[in-house]
């Protein structure tokens, strides 16, 4: 499966910021996915998971209460919404797919290239 997101760049503290994650994979109702991040100088770290139908959603404590995610099926599409964006969700946002979604939780699923997202002070 190929994975495209987009949606990254700039935007102020405060705002919201949404993230899209295009799949390849005609059956991607058959797939779990989720968003990863990694700032500079940091590791890869999980910000969220949704399972094959949208009914189960996990969130990272970091972004708990301010984040969505959420996916269409059908248009075969992934979002991440992160409202009250801060400075320190600053980093390249990642989209995995997975047999499930607990696989994409512990970093066994396939990657997408990134989109840098920047919020500024």
């Known amino acids: 499966v190929q994975l495209l997101e987009s949606g990254g760049g700039e935007v102020q503290a405060g705002d919201s910021l949404r993230l899209s994650c295009d799949s390849s994979d005609p059956a991607m109702n058959t797939l779990g996915m989720g968003w990863f991040r990694q700032a500079p100088g940091k590791g890869r770290e999980f910000v969220a998971a949704i399972s094959r139908s949208g009914a189960g959603q996990w969130y990272a404590d970091a972004v708990k209460g301010r984040a969505t995610i959420s996916r269409d099926n059908y248009k075969k599409t992934m979002y991440l919404q992160i409202n009250s964006a801060r400075p320190e969700d600053t980093a390249v946002y990642y989209c995995?797919?997975?047999?499930?979604?607990?696989?994409?939780?512990?970093?066994?699923?396939?990657w997408g290239q990134g989109t840098l997202v920047t919020v500024s002070s």
């Open positions: 995995s797919a997975g047999p499930s979604a607990q696989a994409v939780r512990n970093m066994e699923g396939t």
